[in-house]
């Protein structure tokens, strides 16, 4: 999952819509509901400084290369 992804799918009603097209396996990206399906998120950018943004993440650990975020559910 992209940063863009990621943003893109933090409202579940865009989730739904916008990344259900199937990979070449037929098969939908199982994170696509990731706000309603877990509760925390790994984030490994390997010294790149890019990192998730949206509202519903809360930082609880982090390390040289990851951050370790709780999920704010609704």
Known sequence: MTPAELAQTADPEAANS???????LGQIPYWR???????Y?????????????????????SGSFFEI??????
Request: charged share 15%; aromatic share 12%; no cysteine.
């Open 18 to 24: 916008s990344v259900a097209t199937p990979n070449m």
């Open 69 to 74: 975020y709780k999920i704010a559910h609704p």
């Open 33 to 39: 509901n990731w706000t309603q399906t877990f509760d």
């Open 41 to 61: 998120l790994l984030w490994m950018d390997f010294g790149n400084a890019r990192q998730p943004r949206p509202d519903r993440l809360q930082l609880v650990g």
